[in-house]
């Protein structure tokens, strides 16, 4: 039973910076890749970052480019999104997502069945 339990999220003024955690447990944490997904309010749910199994690879959507980091500690089964220079259009509920399959990616395309989900975490970032 994977499980995927995040952390961190918050209200920050715009520019400020925030760190969401991912606590995974099911599975071998470092088989599988990771990533983060946000929904605003009244919007479609998007990809944001993925890091890949050995935390070597990392993908970010063009608007978080330079701003935000995703990393990995295989060791402590937890992912990080460090999130700096906050806008308001970063708002929304932030989503950590494992890889359904072994050795599979996560990017833009990912379909939800192909990911385990946590709950989410609200982030918001007034201006």
């Known amino acids: 039973q994977v499980q995927l339990v995040e952390s961190g999220g918050g209200l920050v003024q715009t520019g400020e910076s925030l760190r969401v955690s991912c606590a995974a447990s099911?599975?071998?944490?470092?088989?599988?890749?990771m990533g983060w997904f946000r929904q605003a309010p009244g919007k479609e749910r998007e990809f944001v970052a993925a890091?890949?199994?050995?935390?070597?690879?990392?993908y970010y959507t063009d608007s978080v480019k330079g701003r935000f980091t995703i990393s990995r500690d295989n060791a402590k089964n937890t992912m990080y999104l460090q999130m700096n220079s906050l806008k308001p259009e970063d708002t929304g509920v932030y989503y950590c997502?494992?890889?359904?399959?072994?050795?599979?990616?996560?990017?833009?395309?990912?379909?939800?069945?192909?990911?385990?989900w946590g709950q989410g975490t609200q982030v918001t970032v007034s201006s």
């Open positions: 997502t494992q890889a359904a399959q072994r050795w599979s990616v996560i990017g833009p395309l990912s379909t939800p069945g192909q990911l385990y």
């Open positions: 099911g599975h071998t944490f470092s088989n599988y890749a």
């Open positions: 890091v890949t199994q050995n935390g070597a690879g990392t």
